[in-house]
Nanobody, 114 residues
Framework: VQLVESGGGLVQAGGSLRLSCAAS????????MHWYRQAPGKQRELVAT???????VYADSLKGRFTISRDNAKNTVYLQMNSLKPEDTAVYYC?????????WGQGTQVTVSS
């Protein structure tokens, strides 16, 4: 199973991007889906989580600007990013967690210019 991310790119500060992450095959028993990001020289950080029941959790610094959503039927998770700032520049990774293992995407670059 592969997670295929899309939607990254270059955007000006204040702009928006929508990231998508789709599984190449059906993944059973997904507990939760997540978006992480890693900026140059920094550790990977958790951006947002959505559980199987639809509950969401966000990094405190991102609340109100980012929205995570999922389509269970398509094994797809989305990240809507609004009011982007230069400090949001990073490689964004999706993760799907089951009771047995985690699946990771290859990462998509998001660059926000000032």
């Amino acid at each position: 199973v592969q997670l295929v991310e899309s939607g990254g790119g270059l955007v000006q500060a204040g702009g928006s991007l929508r990231l998508s992450c789709a599984a190449s095959e059906t993944i059973l028993s997904i507990k939760s889906m997540h978006w992480y990001r890693q900026a140059p020289g920094k550790q990977r950080e958790l951006v947002a989580t959505i559980t199987s029941s639809g509950s969401t959790v966000y990094a405190d610094s991102l609340k109100g600007r980012f929205t995570i959503s999922r389509d269970n039927a398509k094994n797809t998770v989305y990240l809507q990013m609004n009011s982007l700032k230069p400090e949001d520049t990073a490689v964004y990774y999706c993760n799907m967690a089951t009771f047995f293992r985690d699946y990771w995407g290859q990462g998509t670059q998001v660059t926000v210019s000032s």
